[in-house]
């Protein structure tokens, strides 16, 4: 189990988009993630009239380690370290470590 899945609102504690907001919208194998809005890049992209893609320049996201983000405590609104304990019929949930409330 991750501490951090896809759709969780989280915030950047490291890199140039320090403080910043987003949701998770892709998990990748390597132990990186795809943050809506956050940790843009420039990148040129060569047009493919088949495809319908036009040419120039976009702005596409770019990978994050996981380490470098903080899931955000609702109760709170701001970042909180989260752990994972077992119940008691034996399924796994996440908690915040602050308050150690379950995370939603």
Known sequence: MNKIVKNDQ????????K??????SEMLHNGKILIQGINLAKKHQK???NAGIAGGIIEKEMPMDISN???VNPATDKGDRV???ELEDGKKVRFFKSSGEAVS
């Not at 989280?10 to 988009?17: E, L, N, P, R, T």
């Not at 403080?19 to 998770?24: D, H, I, Q, S």
């Open 10 to 17: 989280v915030v950047v504690i490291a890199g140039k988009d």
């Open 83 to 85: 752990g994972i304990k």
């Open 19 to 24: 403080g910043r907001r987003g949701n998770v």
């Open 47 to 49: 047009g493919n009239p």
């Open 69 to 71: 983000v903080m899931l």
